[in-house]
């Protein structure tokens, strides 16, 4: 273990800002790919319903 | 040869889409495992740095994300070649599926660069091979994106964007050997196959493990947008409507 203290690790030899702003900002990225890949997955269910309740429905499943 | 592996089987979103769905957890489960793991090694084991201080631990993340950056854009131009080459729906619907992903962790690696660059070298940014490089990666991504968003028809969308794929993709070698062709600010490979690592072994643990955690993050991403895609495309077809009657 490198760190005496919370307040040393949090403070990175002085680095704190660059260290923590790289971390920070990656988990914050991170966290909203998944926000916004959770709600684009909603919207799409949500219409794919709505389309198989009221829309058409057609047969042609086999091209690949 | 071909002949004999069913590619329509693995192809066909219907098949992808139940297939995906059950491995997605397990993906995101890993992920975490390996960022908790990796963390606790990068931050908490890994000593400091006898030239670098703590400046160094940004590391952790800015490696991966470069290796990621560069190597999710190569698996997206496998699938659009393979898409081009065999029309098939899933590969250009792979494609597009990373693209996203692989344009946020460009912006990791540059935005990281930038936090690391300025205590070490006294600059936010040089205009040198490696960062131009890796800029010019990431604006491929964003015009790969937004080429496919302007066409309204899916399939000349994703004809469009597999030739940007295609073509940006010489820009990768460009990148990972660009601290070799030219004599820039950045320094060399961290990591290569001919010599023996020069950075202490637990320095290297910590990032092949957080390089894991990248991995496992975007095929869980990648494989859920896909997902996503599947279900906006495909939503007028017969299967669609059988399995969202049977789930209900």
């Known amino acids: ?64 | 040869m071909i002949n004999r592996f069913n590619k329509y089987k693995y192809s066909s979103p219907a098949t992808f889409y139940g297939f995906a769905g059950r491995l997605i957890p397990w993906f995101y489960g890993a992920a975490a495992l390996f960022c908790m793991a990796g963390l606790y090694i990068g931050l908490f084991l890994a000593p400091t740095d006898f030239q670098q201080s703590e400046a160094y631990r940004i590391i952790f993340i800015h490696v991966p994300a470069s290796w990621m950056s560069m190597f999710i854009y190569v698996v997206m131009a496998f699938w659009a070649a393979l898409g081009l080459a065999f029309n098939t729906r899933m590969s250009f619907m792979m494609a597009s599926a990373l693209a996203p992903t692989g344009a946020m962790l460009t912006f990791v690696a540059l935005w990281t660069g930038a936090l690391w660059g300025k205590p070490t070298w006294g600059a936010w940014w040089v205009w040198d091979a490696r960062l131009t490089s890796e800029l010019i990666l990431f604006f491929l991504y964003l015009g790969f994106m937004a080429l496919q968003a302007a066409i309204d028809d899916p399939r000349r969308a994703d004809r469009a964007g597999a030739l940007i794929a295609l073509v940006g993709v010489v820009n990768v070698p460009i990148i990972y050997f660009s601290v070799r062709w030219w004599n820039t600010l950045h320094q060399g490979a961290s990591v290569s196959m001919t010599k023996s690592p020069s950075m202490a072994s637990i320095m290297l643990l910590g990032m092949l493990v957080m390089a894991l955690a990248a991995w496992m993050y975007t095929i869980a991403a990648a494989l859920s947008r896909a997902r996503c895609i599947i279900l906006e495309r495909e939503r007028n077809s017969q299967w669609v409507a059988q399995m969202l009657e049977a789930e209900a």
């Open chain 1, 1 to 64: 273990m490198n760190w005496n203290s919370w307040s040393e690790f949090f403070h990175m030899g002085g680095y704190a800002f660059y260290v923590w702003g790289s971390f920070a900002v990656t988990a914050i990225l991170v966290a909203g790919e998944i926000l916004l890949l959770r709600s684009r997955w909603q919207k799409a269910l949500e219409l794919a319903l709505n389309t198989v309740k009221y829309g058409k429905v057609n047969n042609d499943e086999n091209e690949t």
